[in-house]
């Protein structure tokens, strides 16, 4: 799941059966010690969210996991694949940076 928009999620406003069914899983998350985090409207930058408090105006989504893969070097050739190629391998592992 990416991120979702929650009109009507901050308190004092009603919420109906389909805002709260979007926000069920990022709620739930959050109950289950993953991270939350969420970017204002129009913004471009996901902040971490430490107390939530559901604002209509905001994007929520659960914080993605880096990605893990291996990348296989040829020493001699110096070529860098995603799947190993016969003779001498380097498995270099690598782990996504999320900002």
């Keep these: 799941m990416d991120s979702i928009r929650y009109p009507y999620a901050m308190v004092g406003k009603f919420m109906n059966r389909t805002t709260a069914k979007q926000l069920w899983p990022i709620i739930k998350a959050y109950g289950d010690g993953k991270d939350v985090e ?22 929520y989504r659960i914080k993605p996991e880096p990605r893990e893969f291996r990348l296989y070097l040829q020493p001699r050739t110096g ?8 003779g001498e391998i380097e498995v270099i592992k690598v782990r996504e940076v999320l900002e």
């Design 79 to 86: 070529h860098v694949t995603l799947t190993p190629l016969p």
């Design 38 to 59: 969420f970017k204002f409207a129009g913004g471009y930058k996901w902040l971490s969210l430490d107390d939530p408090h559901w604002n209509d105006e905001n994007e």
